[in-house]
Structures are given as structure tokens and as C-alpha cells.
């Protein structure tokens, strides 16, 4: 059987919390280095969370490639470039 990888624990609290706060958030850990990504953390009910898991299913991909693409269409960049 294979070895399992070592878990990483919690990081450690930040010293400065406000310092922490206006930092910027560290580069990500996928090999898309050029991209950014922020955590957009929402609640939902089970069943809507279901319903979500079945239809990224269905389309052969994740959840997170497919909410990306949905607020993505939701919320595009106006003309010029700028955010809305």
C-alpha cells in the first residue's frame, strides 16, 4: 500500500492581527501560479448543496471550476477593463 502524504497541521495564529488583515494573501498552491485566487466562503442549504454537487457531476467538472465560470458570466468585466 502506499505511504500517505504527511497532513499539515492549522497555521499558527498571526502575531498582528491587523497586520495580517492588510497583507496581501500568499500566492497559490496549484501549479497556476500565475493566477490569483481569494476564498469566497457561502452558506447553503444541504439540498442546494447537493443539487450543486450533481449538476458539476453531470458536467464532468468541479464544483469550484463551475461556480468560478457561473460568477464569472454573472459579474463580467465592464468594457473598459475595470471591475463593476
Request: charged share 35%; glycine share 6%; no cysteine.
Amino acid at each position: 500500500m502506499s505511504e500517505r502524504p504527511t497532513r499539515r497541521g492549522f497555521a499558527s495564529r498571526p502575531a498582528d492581527p491587523e497586520q495580517w488583515i492588510k497583507a496581501a494573501d500568499s500566492a497559490p498552491r496549484d501549479s497556476d501560479a500565475g493566477s490569483f485566487y481569494a476564498r469566497l466562503t457561502i452558506d447553503v442549504t444541504p439540498e442546494l448543496r447537493g443539487r450543486i454537487k450533481i449538476a458539476a457531476f453531470r458536467r464532468g467538472v468541479t464544483v469550484a471550476d463551475m461556480l468560478r465560470e457561473l460568477l464569472a458570466r454573472e459579474f463580467p468585466l465592464d468594457p473598459d477593463g475595470d471591475h463593476p
